[in-house]
């Protein structure tokens, strides 16, 4: 059953098996999992229910209604960069560029050796990853889809020779109207509302309650007894009645700023290892200016990349409209800036995304800081550099990188020139979409807030499910790793239900 504002009354108390905290990727794959063995499940989302023909294709609007603290969460640290995250059924996946990457094996293998994570091996991950990919009609978009911005930069890639290819997309409906991120109006992309929910749903056990925000817990000896929380009304965003839920199990699932916060705030674990490791694949969006029209605000969002695992970083194209360059260009451009806005028709995008190695983070009641390390921050100027070469490569007559300070690249012998390697972090204009690592699984209390199990540390019955169970940075996106942790948490719940 699925529930809204409208359905609820003042003062509402409800019960299942199990009760989800946030109904994103984690929670979603989760329930889906929970409910195939005969469990109750009753899903608390913050956001609402939304169907693809009530999505509008303007960013306030998206920033309001489907992103998290409307879009202005930030981590702060030798450098500011915006972490924006989804909010509503379907949780990031709503908003999401719906990029599939399969965790790579070798991180697996990391997370079973280093941290004694025992239900993530490589063997174990196969078949839900296979699930996953399949649930998520993992497709490559049609050339005709793609359009002028990804085929240019493969044209560019593929005269340098890179390793570059189509990115795998859980779309499989996909249009090219390159939107993703204010929420697919067609239904062409496989968010986790429409195929992991939909399944849980089908089984007739599963309720998920949309405009629910949970708040804080009632706990017996080492056991939680109850989530209390408000529900919210969606036109006012501001709280409204209260509810009361009972379960056996409870799990968070409210993302990995969502669920350390939770946690700290009732008193449910410390801070010494809660929020205590943030990773978030910290990212840069350069601009290359070509004589033709590129329009790169059409076609699919994010489709084409390079990759560069091994060297620390992937090149991945993205799209966005005026409005979204404006904001994410440096000012310092200065009458540049307003030229390539002028000329946005003329642009192509793409950038550098990191394999977080060296930088450090958290998220804290108080915020979030991230501290870009040297290692990461050469590895994205290379990054940079390369991008703007595959520009070149392409036929681009000028690039602009993110870089406070910085000036157009007039050719490609000035890329050096530009993107040199003693350009500090702060100058660097990122961006990053992939929190990651906040409630880190592992087999030491001393250095993980859950355990092997998922269950975290001191608790009975409350496990986490999303991306804040990663020990490392993934280095690839995170949604399919994410949704095959949330089936593995699903599933090691279910057997202790029995
Ligand atoms: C703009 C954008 C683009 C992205 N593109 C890609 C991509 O192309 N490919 C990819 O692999 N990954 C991508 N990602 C990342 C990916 O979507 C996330 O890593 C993934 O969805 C994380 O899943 P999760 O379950 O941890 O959290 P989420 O999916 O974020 O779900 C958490 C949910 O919990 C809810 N919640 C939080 N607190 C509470 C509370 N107290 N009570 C009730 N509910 C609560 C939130 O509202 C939210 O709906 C992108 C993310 C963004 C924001």
């Known amino acids: ?230 529900t919210i009304d969606p036109v006012t965003l501001k709280a409204s009645g209260r509810f009361r839920v009972r379960a056996k199990e409870y799990i968070s699932s409210a993302g990995p700023v969502g669920s350390p916060r939770f946690l700290l705030s009732n008193g449910l674990s410390t801070a010494d290892v809660c929020g205590a490791h943030l990773y978030l694949h910290p990212a840069g969006g350069m601009l290359g200016r070509f004589e033709q029209e590129i329009r790169p605000w059409s076609g699919v969002t994010q489709g084409f990349y390079v990759d560069r695992w091994e060297q620390g970083y992937l090149l991945q194209t993205y799209s966005a409209n005026v409005d979204q360059a404006y904001v994410g260009m440096p000012w310092s451009l200065g009458p540049d800036l307003m030229g390539v806005l002028k000329d946005l028709k003329n642009m192509a995008m793409a950038g550098a995304l990191v394999h977080d190695e060296d930088s450090t983070g958290s998220v804290s009641l108080a915020g979030l800081t991230y501290f870009l390390g040297d290692g990461d921050r050469r590895r994205m100027l290379a990054g940079l550099r390369e991008c703007a070469e595959v520009f070149f490569a392409a036929g681009a007559t000028e690039a602009y990188a993110p870089i406070i300070g910085s000036r157009t690249i007039k050719s490609p012998d000035d890329i050096a020139r530009v993107i040199t390697d003693d350009i500090p972090a702060r100058r660097i204009y990122l961006y990053a979409s992939h929190p990651m690592g906040t409630c880190r699984m592992g087999d030491d209390p001393t250095t993980s807030t859950i355990d092997p199990d998922g269950r975290v540390w001191g608790w009975e019955n409350l496990s986490v499910a999303d991306a804040s169970v990663f020990p490392t940075s993934l280095g690839v996106n995170p949604q399919v790793t994410t949704m095959a942790v949330g089936l593995t948490i699903g599933e090691v719940v279910s057997q202790r239900l029995g």
């Not at 019960?15 to 979603?28: K, N, P, Q, T």
């Not at 109750?40 to 303007?58: D, R």
């Not at 399969?102 to 063997?123: F, H, I, K, M, Q």
Request: neutral net charge.
């Open 1 to 230: 059953m699925k529930r809204g504002f409208s359905d609820y009354g003042p003062d509402e108390t409800w019960e299942a098996d199990v009760a989800i905290i946030g109904a994103g990727a984690g929670g979603a794959a989760a329930a889906a999992r929970l409910a195939e063995d005969g469990h109750s499940v009753i899903m608390l989302e913050a956001g609402s229910h939304w169907k693809p023909s009530q999505f509008k294709p303007s960013s306030a609007w998206a920033f309001r209604n489907l992103y998290t603290m409307r879009n202005t969460r930030a981590a702060v640290g030798n450098a500011m960069i915006p972490v924006p995250g989804g909010r509503g059924v379907g949780g990031s996946t709503l908003v999401n560029s719906a990029i599939c990457f399969r965790t790579p094996d070798v991180v697996l293998e990391d997370w079973v050796e280093n941290y004694g994570c025992s239900r993530l091996s490589v063997a174990a991950m196969k078949p839900r990853l296979d699930r996953v990919w399949q649930t998520l009609q993992v497709v490559i978009n049609p050339v005709a889809v793609q359009r002028n911005n990804n085929l240019i930069f493969k044209h560019g890639a593929d005269k340098l020779g890179l390793p570059g290819e189509w990115m795998p997309r859980s779309a499989p409906g996909c249009v090219g109207c390159g939107v993703c991120q204010m929420g697919c109006p067609t239904g062409g992309k496989w968010s986790v509302d429409r195929n992991f929910i939909v399944e849980a749903l089908a089984t007739g056990g599963v309720t998920v309650n949309g405009d629910c925000r949970v708040e804080s817990v009632e706990v017996e000896g080492g056991a939680v007894t109850a989530l209390l929380g408000r």
